[in-house]
């Protein structure tokens, strides 16, 4: 999902590893979110998982073993807050722009069609997977389609 090509060519977000990991954890974090709302543990397994590729990914592309746990350790303080920040509404999704501009800095107010069509993505994701069985909400997460 975070190599979808609505991120690239109409938000022209820039092309790098740390921008995938980023569009990754505010995906994963809404999934998050909607099973916490729907009352339903999740999987450590999965958790585990995600950061287990991105230790791998940050391994291939040639990171060492202490640069590798520095990187580890600021990503999951970085996923954190993007899953405590993520979400601003009470009773419904509402996208917190001001953690999309932290992240996304170059998201800058002058073009708020991009911050707009940004956080109606992710709005659309919310919506997407919320209305999938919690138990297949993963793997058809996948099929989303803006």
């Given amino acids: 999902m975070s190599r979808n090509i609505f991120f690239y060519k109409k938000l022209q977000l820039k092309d790098s590893f740390e921008t995938r990991i980023y569009l990754m954890f505010f995906h994963y974090s809404i999934i998050l979110l ?45 996923f954190y807050d993007v899953l405590l920040k993520l979400n601003i509404g009470k009773d419904n999704f509402e996208i917190n722009e001001k953690l999309i501009l932290k992240y996304f800095d170059y998201l800058d107010f002058k073009n708020t069609e991009k911050i707009k069509d940004f956080s109606e993505y992710f709005t659309n994701f919310y919506e997407f997977c919320f209305d999938k069985p919690s138990d297949i909400m993963i793997e058809e997460a996948i099929n989303f389609k803006n």
């Fill in 34 to 78: 909607i099973l916490k709302k729907k009352s339903v543990k999740y999987d450590q397994k999965s958790y585990d998982d995600l950061f287990d590729s991105i230790e791998n990914n940050l391994r291939e592309l040639g990171f060492g073993d202490v640069s590798v746990n520095k990187k580890m350790k600021d990503l999951n303080k970085i």
